[in-house]
T-cell receptor, first 116, second 113 residues
């Protein structure tokens, strides 16, 4: 069975400071990894994903995450945050086919609060 | 392309009633997955449909059911509502051929009184 642990439930940070949201996963098979963001009263928006290839993936709004297979981690980073990055962030994992069809396993979420 | 749409956006029901939620996937997507989001349990997978067949299901009681139509639209039904069913119900669509990215709708917020 797959599981995801987001190590911080809340991360406060000042505007323009760097931030790292930590995610570790557990799986016995190859995985695909995702970060989603949720703004209040909205659904989930895809931030970035790792399916294969380069272990460093980037989003269009400055976030990046690195897949580390040996440490089973997929931490999310941004070098300089904005007030508008305030939201809840979810790390998710899925596996190839079978019992993983259409199933994302999510972490508990990290609330990022950016202060002016 | 239009995104995933869900109707209704908000619902208030009383215990014992049943409810049906609807999800229209992105055009061309054949897989629809449903999730329940609550403050206590987080995001939990309910089930997934592909080409009108349930391919996968999570660990929810039989009161939770779903179906998918030939146009890939999906509905989920909850019978005999309980207070604990109050949640945000999210659906997501993907092409469905492999473990592709899922795209989420805005959700239906259900309140059970």
């Amino acid at each position: 069975a797959q599981s995801v642990t987001q190590l911080d439930s809340q991360v406060p940070v000042f505007e323009e400071a760097p931030v790292e949201l930590r995610c570790n996963y557990s799986s016995s098979v190859s995985v695909y990894l995702f970060w989603y963001v949720q703004y209040p009263n909205q659904g989930l928006q895809l931030l970035l994903k790792y399916l294969s290839g380069s272990t460093l993936v980037e989003s269009i709004n400055g976030f990046e995450a690195e897949f580390n297979k040996s440490q089973t981690s997929f931490h999310l980073r941004k070098p300089s945050v904005h007030i508008s990055d305030t939201a809840e962030y979810f790390c998710a994992v899925s596996g190839p086919g079978g019992t993983s069809y259409g199933k994302l396993t999510f972490g508990q979420g990290t609330i990022l609060t950016v202060h002016p | 392309k239009a995104g995933v749409t869900q109707t209704p956006r908000y619902l208030i029901k009383t215990r014992g009633q049943q409810v049906t939620l609807s999800c229209s996937p992105i055009s061309g997507h054949r897989s629809v997955s449903w999730y329940q989001q609550t403050p206590g349990q987080g995001l939990q997978f309910l089930f997934e449909y592909f080409s009108e067949t349930q391919r996968n299901k999570g660990n929810f009681p039989g009161r939770f059911s779903g179906r998918q139509f030939s146009n890939s639209r999906s509905e989920m039904n909850v019978s005999t509502l309980e207070l604990g069913d109050s949640a945000l119900y999210l659906c997501a669509s993907s092409p469905g051929l492999n473990q592709e990215t899922q795209y989420f709708g805005p959700g239906t917020r259900l309140l059970v009184l």
